[in-house]
């Protein structure tokens, strides 16, 4: 978007890519704009989204059950594994989860005000609906106003009609207006710029040739990919979020059983008439678990929507314990957390053998000493922690203690990141850039999604060997007389491809692709490499 001023419709490796709506793309082109290209301006829009989500923690359960409780739900949140983790990758998934959190905290909180604030939050609403739309489709339309159908189910129709005021059907009706204002101006342009052509079977069709915009978007990616297994390409077990959620929850995955036994005291009567908001964040973490399980495409971030709401489920309990250690039962999990401590310190030793088996391990020295220096300091606080327990018992002092334990782990996360991630291809961008002239060009072979990152670096698209991905079939099939020169597939193409060069080849390639590349019989040399990316070049002819 940055590169063409083409706002309307996103592009991957300058090819139409109508996956998801625009408004991360937005957000990041907006800090690209500003700051220029490097890791920071990439994550800066998902780590935004990230810190928005846990003030929105703060201020919801603030609202619903006080200062104390508003803290602790945003520490909760910011330090549960996922949400961490997802806050620092470049994804959808925290953009839409951060709205869809938004507009059930607005609805929650709705529920429990009156005057010109009630009137505010159900326009908050529809508006973080919308925005939710806009990040990844009608999933941030759709949860929201489940979530919200079931608890008023769980609390009783009658009840829940009972809370609603005359006022809320104009608060109501302005909020829609709101909703399809964002919302839809870029379908409708989208739309308008992707009609589909003559040869398309039709909306109900399962064949994308000729397809335009509204069945790729709609049918493709909203109904296909939910129900039909080839089509999304990332089936899973049912059982597979039920698995990965409290996952990851942890470390506050220990104190969840007590959370929610305290939430239940008195029995469902109770929980219905005294702390119907405890019942919303439960309804609001099923739901989304159990929305997902039954759909045949399942990756691990779909499910980050959860954790606000079970934020708030443990804060609101661990502002209680705050307020008064010795009314709660809190040594089993206190052990729990100690055994987790020293799990960790073991962790870097198993961690390094394994990478350095793989070949992972780049400079396997200065793993060793990071790896290291995290399980001597784990191993440190754990211990800390450990005495403190033995000393006190749960007190605060050990409550805080545990807690520094959590934020020594997560300030160790980027670092053992760097062994267990991919290779980014930005070293191999640095290296074309200082050898490359004007009539060079630059082709990534085999396998783009090893290289998604490479155009990117080089603020270039590139050529490929091989047939498009299978993600970018759609966009190239509706733009192939434009991009048809770029991908050349087969040996004999690709060896006429290189006869008839101008200037010099640099060409990407990952390991697992050597074998296919070196039986090309090309004259190329290696230059550099990062990991399991390789950089070969290929000389321009005298």
């Not at 608060?171 to 101006?185: K, Y």
Request: aromatic share 16%; with cysteine; net charge positive.
């Amino acid at each position: 978007m940055v590169a063409t001023g083409d706002l309307v419709t996103p592009r991957l490796n300058g090819m139409p890519y109508f996956y998801k709506p625009p408004m991360f793309y937005w957000m990041q082109a907006a800090v690209i704009k500003t700051v220029g290209i490097n890791r920071v301006s990439a994550r800066a829009a998902n780590s935004i989204m990230a810190v928005l989500g846990i003030c929105a923690a703060y201020c919801a359960a603030r609202a619903l059950y006080g200062r104390s409780a508003g803290i602790a739900s945003a520490a909760v949140l910011g330090t549960s594994l996922l949400y961490y983790a997802l806050g620092q990758i470049v994804t959808l998934d925290m953009t839409v989860s951060v709205f869809i959190s938004m507009a059930l905290f607005c609805f929650i909180v709705a529920i429990k005000r009156s005057g010109i604030w009630r009137g505010i939050l159900i326009l908050g609403f529809f508006i973080f609906c919308a925005l939710a739309v806009l990040s990844k489709g009608l999933i941030g339309l759709l949860i929201p106003c489940a979530v919200a159908f079931f608890y008023g189910l769980s609390v009783g129709p009658v009840c829940f009609f009972r809370t609603l005021k005359l006022s809320d059907v104009w608060w109501v009706s302005a909020g829609i207006v709101l909703f399809f204002a964002v919302v839809a101006p870029w379908h409708i342009l989208a739309a308008l710029a992707n009609p589909a052509c003559e040869n398309a079977e039709g909306i109900f069709s399962k064949k994308w040739d000729g397809q335009g915009f509204f069945w790729y978007y709609f049918i493709h990616e909203h109904v296909l990919r939910y129900i039909d297994a080839d089509t999304s390409m990332r089936n899973q077990p049912f059982w597979f979020f039920l698995v990965f959620a409290p996952v990851g929850l942890i470390p506050w995955l220990f104190l969840l059983p007590q959370s929610v036994a305290d939430a239940l005291k008195g029995g469902w009567k109770n929980l219905r008439a005294n702390n119907s908001p405890m019942l919303f964040f439960g309804v609001w973490a099923v739901f989304v678990v159990l929305f997902f399980s039954f759909s045949k495409s399942k990756l691990v971030p779909y499910i980050i929507s959860i954790y606000p709401a079970l934020a708030v489920i443990v804060g609101v309990w661990l502002a209680k314990v705050w307020k008064n250690p010795a009314e709660f039962k809190l040594k089993p999990a206190a052990w729990l957390f100690i055994a987790g401590g020293y799990l960790l310190s073991a962790a870097p030793a198993v961690i390094y053998f394994v990478q350095l088996h793989k070949g992972k391990l780049i400079d396997p020295q200065e793993a060793a000493i990071v790896l290291a220096v995290f399980g001597i300091c784990m191993f440190a606080a754990t211990t800390f922690a450990l005495v403190q327990l033995l000393k006190n018992g749960v007190a605060r002092s050990t409550m805080l203690s545990v807690f520094a334990a959590v934020i020594l782990l997560f300030v160790f996360f980027n670092p053992l990141g760097v062994y267990l991630q991919r290779p980014s291809a930005e070293p191999l961008a640095a290296e074309i850039l200082k050898q490359k002239k004007p009539q060079d060009i630059v082709v990534i072979a085999f396998e783009y999604g090893k290289f998604q990152d490479l155009p990117v670096w080089l603020n270039e698209i590139t050529y490929n060997f091989g047939a498009p991905p299978g993600e970018q079939e759609f966009g190239y099939m509706r733009e192939e007389d434009k991009h048809r020169h770029r991908f050349i597939d087969g040996a004999d193409r690709i060896r006429e491809f290189v006869d008839k060069r101008r200037g010099a080849i640099f060409i990407a390639v990952s390991e697992g692709n050597l074998e296919q590349f070196y039986k090309g019989g090309l004259t190329e040399k290696k230059i550099a490499e990062n990991g399991i990316h390789k950089l070969f070049k290929i000389d321009a002819k005298n």
